[in-house]
Structures are given as structure tokens and as C-alpha cells.
């Protein structure tokens, strides 16, 4: 029976979607997929979501890739990224939904520290039952070891959780640690059936 609903948070709570920051702060194409290349799909994005960096670090070490005229636009998205996170349509009032019905709510999420900045504009950080970021911990999904760490923390039993997660390895992993879980596609009305099964 399923007591808890833990949620990722990218592209299940709130939207992340670089292009908002390239297409604000960049004026060519080129541009726009050097610092998409560089910065958003290189190293330095995982090693902030394990918490190897701090986010205010990310430029220095990105810029030594990127052709020196445009490093201004580098320093803006990498300074401002966060522009772009903002709640999903209808994410709060599932949150909402699933608290009132008497389950758990979770976050477990691969974030950086600029987490504690941008999600706040979702729901207060108190209306969940915990909050777990990847960075905080040094580890990341889809390891094993995040999920049992996480139950670990809030003393929850693995088949009684439901993990939401848009992305299918960060699934798989939660399953390898004996949660249920559900590949989240937008529908939010989706997971509240399957909460029920």
C-alpha cells in the first residue's frame, strides 16, 4: 500500500528548460550552443548536483572552453539560469491534492545549492513531509545508494513510496532500491491514479 509520493523535481514540479536563459542572454545561434554545450552539458552541471562545486563556481571553471566573446552571455547564464525555473501548470495544486488525501509528500531531487533559491517558488520548503537534494549529499540519481539514503533519513519503508521521476533511469533506480515508482509524461491526474493501486 502506498503511504508516500516522492517527486522529482525538473520537468515533474517545476520547468527546466535552458533554452529560456540562451534565448535571453545569448544573440547568435552559435552562441546559444557553445554555452547549451559547455554549460549546461558539461561536467561542471553534474559536479554541481553532486555538490562537488557551488553554483557560484560554475563560470570559472566553464569559460576556459568558450571563446573569450562570449564570455558576457556565459557569465549571465550561468549567473541567472534559474530564470527558467518555474512551477509546472498545476504542480501545486497536486501537491496540494496528494497532501489533503493524507500521503506523505517527498522531493528527492539532483540540484545544485541554487536549489534553495528558485523552489521556494513553488511551495514553501515546510509544506513537504522532507526534502532531499542530491547535493547536500554527495551522491546523485540514478545510484542506488540516494534512494536507500533517503529512506534511510525519514525512517520510510521502500514499498510503501510511490517515486515520480520524468526521466526512466532514475526509475529503474528507485525500483533497484524496492520503490514503486512511475515515469511522470505531465499528467499529473496519472500519478494520483496510480497512488491508488
Not at 64 to 80: G, I, T
Not at 116 to 123: D, H
Request: hydrophobic share 35%; proline share 4%.
Amino acid at each position: 500500500m502506498i503511504k508516500n509520493v516522492v517527486l522529482d523535481m525538473g520537468n515533474v514540479l517545476l520547468d527546466f528548460d535552458p533554452d529560456v536563459s540562451l534565448n535571453e542572454f545569448c544573440s547568435s545561434e552559435e552562441e546559444k550552443e557553445i554555452i547549451r554545450k559547455e554549460l549546461f552539458n558539461g561536467p561542471e552541471w553534474l559536479m554541481g548536483d553532486k555538490g562537488d562545486i557551488k553554483d557560484k563556481d560554475r563560470f570559472d571553471l566553464v569559460k576556459v572552453r568558450v571563446p573569450e566573446k562570449y564570455h558576457e552571455a556565459l557569465r549571465k547564464c550561468a549567473d541567472k539560469w534559474t530564470i527558467c525555473m518555474y512551477p509546472l501548470n498545476g504542480a501545486r495544486e497536486f501537491c496540494e491534492k496528494v497532501k489533503e488525501s493524507g500521503y506523505g509528500i517527498y522531493v528527492l531531487s539532483n540540484a545544485s545549492d541554487a536549489f534553495y533559491e528558485y523552489f521556494p517558488r513553488l511551495l514553501p520548503l515546510d509544506f513537504f513531509n522532507g526534502v532531499f537534494v542530491s547535493s547536500d549529499y554527495k551522491m546523485l540519481k540514478p545510484d542506488v545508494e540516494i534512494y536507500k539514503t533517503f529512506l534511510d533519513k525519514y525512517g520510510l519503508k521502500a514499498e510503501e513510496c510511490l517515486f515520480v521521476d520524468d526521466r526512466e533511469d532514475n526509475t529503474s533506480g528507485a525500483h533497484k532500491a524496492g520503490m514503486n515508482t512511475f515515469c511522470f509524461k505531465g499528467n499529473y491526474e496519472e500519478v494520483l491514479n496510480r497512488m491508488k493501486q
